[in-house]
């Protein structure tokens, strides 16, 4: 009796470790655009004063590493596209979704609303969707592991 109820514990324990290392919104992801399919960046999605921000850390895209924002216009205008913050400020909803008002795309030289989430069915793709009026594109970005 004392074996069983052993096990029944490191079984226990196995599980809530398990459910405490799940997966977030946070943490490093290759953007793969969704016309090509190819892969273009990694952006970097972190939590500062309890709001969502992303940056560019590395371009993918061959021959465009030291990329310069020629569409932008003010304080971005002909700036390095590496380091820029893409997604500004998003709040989490009580549902686990993301929702804010800058997603940039320097290549665009545009700025969305968006919404962000993981995928319910792969923890290891998040789900970025850009809205501009009603009309809107969704991208898959795939976890960089470390």
Known sequence: MMKFNKEVIIVLFLLAVNLGQS???FGKWKTIDDRTGLPKGV???YKKDGLMYGRLIKV???G???MLCGKCE???KDKPVL???IIDAAEENEDGEWKGKTLFDPEQAM???CKIWLNPDNENELKVRGYLAFIYRTQTWVRVEE
């Open 43 to 45: 952006i970097d999605i």
């Open 74 to 76: 003010g304080d971005l």
């Open 23 to 25: 997966q977030s919104v």
């Open 60 to 62: 993918l895209e061959s």
């Open 83 to 85: 380091g820029m913050t």
């Open 111 to 113: 700025t969305f609303r």
């Open 64 to 66: 465009k590493e030291n």
